[in-house]
């Protein structure tokens, strides 16, 4: 009798344990799902309020595509062809803007994402037939300079870094190192010219006249984009505009490198006689940040309890 009732004891006691761990289980799932739901309605949120450009001033009246270009001009960045030609488009395509305006703060980068970018500037001018003007910030020099020329009208601060209108590419010599470390170099090519500019050989004559010829016609496209650009405009000598030599906003205007001085808001008045405007690509900027967040926080859950 003693055994039957400890029997049903435990059975109770097993039954509520289960009951226990269910209700447990299922508050679990319910802040789950509450969690879930309120993460997911945020973003959904900055989705729709970032996922449009925005209007600064009274919506209705006239306004100006605004783009605003930063940093390094390269592959991956977010100042590359493949981020800003899209942004272009959409700032061109708007029936109501009067124009555009961009806003470039920049030393330059690769020429071939600089020109990619200034063809499509031409490109959307030629097609919706729009003022473009370029505002150079504290730096617009090199390849930002080369994208500037597809404007009609530049404007830079008095103390704005501008032109570099020239080459350059860099690189490091191991040779001596590797001879003190007592290595040796061995590399295997199919094709005698395969393996130019190895820093772990010396240079010859070759390599050398190689990549000279090579940055002589890079830079023969960069001075051409600029005086097809600045036609009429320029000033200087062209030894002394195209030598890659810099200049403050001043002596670039003195020099027909730009065309006026002033801010974004006196290019807004001076060009298209407003200061309202809506702003392209800040929808980029922003996920590319929260998604460097979220990889950032992924990495380090993954090696944390990895």
Same mark, same amino acid.
């Given at each position: 009798?003693?055994?039957?009732?400890?029997?049903?004891?435990?059975?109770?006691?097993? /039954?509520?344990?289960?009951?226990?761990?269910? @209700?447990? /289980?299922?508050?679990?799932?319910? /802040?789950?799902?509450?969690?879930?739901?309120?993460?997911?309605?945020?973003?959904?949120?900055?989705?729709?309020?970032?996922?449009?450009?925005?209007?600064?001033?009274?919506?209705?009246?006239?306004?100006?595509?605004?783009? /605003?270009?930063?940093?390094?001009?390269?592959?991956?960045?977010?100042?590359?062809?493949?981020?800003?030609?899209?942004?272009?488009?959409?700032?061109?395509? %708007?029936?109501?803007?009067?124009?555009?305006?961009?806003?470039?703060?920049? #030393?330059?980068?690769?020429?071939?994402?600089?020109?990619?970018?200034?063809?499509?500037?031409? @490109?959307?001018?030629?097609?919706?037939? =729009?003022?473009?003007?370029?505002?150079?910030?504290?730096?617009?020099?090199?390849?930002?300079?080369?994208?500037?020329?597809?404007?009609?009208?530049?404007?830079?601060? #008095?103390?704005?870094?501008?032109?570099?209108?020239?080459?350059?590419?860099?690189?490091?010599?191991?040779?001596?190192?590797?001879? =003190?470390?007592?290595?040796?170099?061995?590399?295997?090519?199919?094709?005698?010219?395969?393996?130019?500019?190895?820093?772990?050989?010396?240079?010859?004559?070759? %390599?050398?006249?190689?990549?000279?010829?090579?940055?002589?016609?890079? &830079?023969? !496209?960069?001075?051409?984009?600029?005086? *097809?650009?600045?036609?009429?405009?320029? =000033?200087?000598? #062209?030894?002394?505009?195209?030598?890659? %030599?810099?200049?403050?906003?001043?002596?670039?205007? !003195?020099?027909?490198?730009?065309?006026?001085?002033?801010?974004?808001?006196? @290019?807004?008045?001076? *060009?298209?006689?407003?200061?309202?405007?809506?702003?392209?690509?800040?929808?980029?900027?922003?996920?590319?940040?929260? *998604?460097? &967040?979220?990889?950032?926080?992924?990495?380090?859950?993954?090696?944390?309890?990895?």
């Amino acid at each position: 009798m003693q055994e039957t009732n400890n029997n049903e004891v435990n059975a109770i006691l097993v /039954r509520d344990l289960l009951k226990e761990k269910r @209700a447990d /289980r299922r508050w679990k799932n319910i /802040r789950f799902i509450f969690w879930f739901a309120l993460f997911a309605y945020i973003i959904i949120g900055v989705f729709n309020y970032v996922g449009k450009p925005s209007l600064s001033g009274t919506a209705g009246g006239k306004y100006i595509a605004l783009i /605003r270009l930063d940093g390094m001009i390269a592959p991956d960045r977010e100042f590359s062809a493949e981020q800003i030609v899209p942004i272009l488009h959409d700032a061109f395509s %708007d029936k109501n803007a009067k124009g555009v305006i961009i806003d470039i703060n920049s #030393p330059g980068g690769t020429p071939v994402q600089a020109a990619i970018i200034h063809d499509a500037i031409i @490109a959307y001018k030629k097609k919706y037939h =729009k003022k473009v003007v370029i505002v150079g910030e504290d730096l617009l020099t090199s390849g930002a300079y080369f994208v500037s020329v597809a404007a009609d009208k530049i404007y830079v601060n #008095p103390n704005t870094i501008t032109g570099s209108i020239g080459v350059v590419m860099k690189g490091f010599g191991f040779v001596d190192a590797m001879k =003190k470390l007592g290595i040796e170099r061995r590399v295997y090519t199919a094709g005698i010219a395969k393996d130019r500019l190895d820093p772990f050989l010396p240079q010859n004559p070759s %390599d050398l006249q190689k990549i000279q010829t090579v940055m002589t016609e890079v &830079h023969q !496209n960069f001075v051409k984009a600029v005086t *097809e650009g600045r036609k009429g405009k320029l =000033k200087g000598d #062209p030894a002394q505009l195209f030598n890659g %030599d810099f200049w403050s906003g001043q002596a670039a205007l !003195n020099l027909g490198l730009v065309d006026h001085l002033g801010n974004l808001m006196d @290019a807004m008045n001076t *060009e298209f006689n407003t200061t309202e405007y809506k702003e392209y690509g800040s929808t980029f900027n922003f996920f590319r940040m929260l *998604e460097g &967040h979220m990889n950032s926080t992924f990495d380090m859950l993954f090696y944390a309890y990895s």
